[in-house]
């Protein structure tokens, strides 16, 4: 190869870039690069929405939240769901200053949601995050028990499914055991859903507010953990209403 413009380029990595600030840029990246591959927090068997993808994870002063750090020109989305040290987390935070690289925070999922849209009858399922951020402590009295009238947080990836997740749908979290061993469901109806308050960059997720409210052993299913369960499609003629 003649010695010329185009081979200067090649020896330093500028082919394709215009100018030195590019030039620089990608010679940050690559330094970035080799030092993030030698770092002790490099999980190079993780994924990201089920596609292999490597990160450098590191610990917060919350052990169920860490730090992630993509590689340079790799991809970072708020609501993303990353495999990592055997669990599932959610992506709640990304740095809008991603030049080199993204950057942000995630929770480790602590509950896989299952809920079913409208009158379908197909299962979905979601991980997210179920926070106990409790606004009160009282119990409240319904017509056959007392519940807690506690209210929590649950943070889900925002999709074309878990949209429909509006004020008074009912969701399961839990099995639950009486004194003679019978099942029920830890239930809980949402009183408001959020897509935007802690929405910002690429991405999106989806909070919630839920209230406990009562198992119903005619309408929901603890085989399936499914509040309201539709066990098959309504006719055409059947009429419905309320909420999703």
């Given at each position: 190869?003649?010695?010329?413009?185009?081979y200067?380029?090649?020896?330093?990595?500028?082919?394709?870039?215009?100018?030195?600030?590019?030039?620089?840029?990608?010679?940050?990246?690559?330094?970035?690069?080799?030092?993030?591959?030698?770092?002790?927090?490099?999980q190079?068997?993780?994924?990201?929405?089920?596609?292999?993808?490597?990160?450098?994870?590191?610990?917060?002063?919350?052990?169920?939240?860490?730090?992630?750090?993509?590689?340079?020109?790799?991809?970072?989305n708020?609501?993303?769901?990353?495999?990592?040290?055997?669990?599932?987390?959610?992506v709640?935070?990304?740095?809008?200053?991603?030049?080199?690289?993204?950057?942000?925070?995630?929770?480790?999922?602590?509950?896989?949601?299952?809920?079913?849209?409208g009158?379908?009858?197909?299962?979905?399922?979601?991980?997210?995050?179920?926070?106990?951020?409790?606004?009160?402590?009282?119990?409240k009295?319904?017509?056959?028990?007392?519940?807690g009238?506690?209210?929590?947080?649950?943070?889900?990836?925002?999709?074309?499914?878990?949209?429909?997740?509006?004020?008074?749908?009912?969701?399961?979290?839990?099995?639950?055991?009486?004194?003679?061993?019978?099942?029920?469901?830890?239930?809980?109806?949402?009183?408001?859903?959020?897509?935007?308050?802690?929405s910002?960059?690429?991405?999106?997720?989806?909070?919630?507010?839920?209230?406990e409210?009562?198992?119903?052993?005619?309408?929901?299913?603890?085989?399936?953990?499914?509040?309201?369960?539709?066990?098959?499609?309504?006719?055409?003629?059947?009429?419905?209403?309320?909420?999703?």
């Amino acid at each position: 190869m003649s010695f010329s413009i185009d081979y200067v380029r090649n020896i330093q990595g500028a082919n394709g870039l215009t100018n030195t600030k590019q030039v620089l840029a990608e010679e940050a990246k690559s330094r970035i690069e080799l030092d993030m591959l030698e770092s002790i927090n490099c999980q190079y068997d993780s994924k990201r929405n089920d596609v292999s993808q490597k990160f450098v994870i590191s610990d917060t002063d919350l052990k169920y939240c860490k730090n992630i750090l993509a590689f340079p020109d790799d991809s970072l989305n708020i609501g993303d769901i990353i495999d990592c040290f055997g669990q599932k987390w959610i992506v709640t935070d990304v740095s809008a200053d991603n030049t080199v690289q993204c950057s942000g925070k995630m929770y480790q999922c602590n509950l896989a949601l299952k809920f079913q849209v409208g009158t379908g009858t197909t299962i979905y399922t979601r991980y997210g995050y179920f926070d106990s951020g409790v606004f009160s402590t009282t119990t409240k009295e319904t017509q056959t028990m007392q519940i807690g009238d506690l209210q929590f947080n649950l943070v889900l990836p925002y999709d074309t499914y878990t949209r429909t997740l509006q004020r008074d749908k009912r969701l399961a979290t839990e099995v639950l055991y009486k004194p003679d061993n019978t099942q029920t469901l830890r239930c809980f109806k949402v009183t408001s859903g959020d897509s935007v308050g802690g929405s910002f960059g690429s991405g999106k997720i989806l909070k919630l507010k839920l209230r406990e409210d009562e198992y119903n052993s005619q309408r929901d299913s603890v085989a399936n953990m499914v509040c309201d369960y539709n066990a098959t499609t309504p006719s055409a003629d059947a009429v419905g209403g309320g909420w999703v």
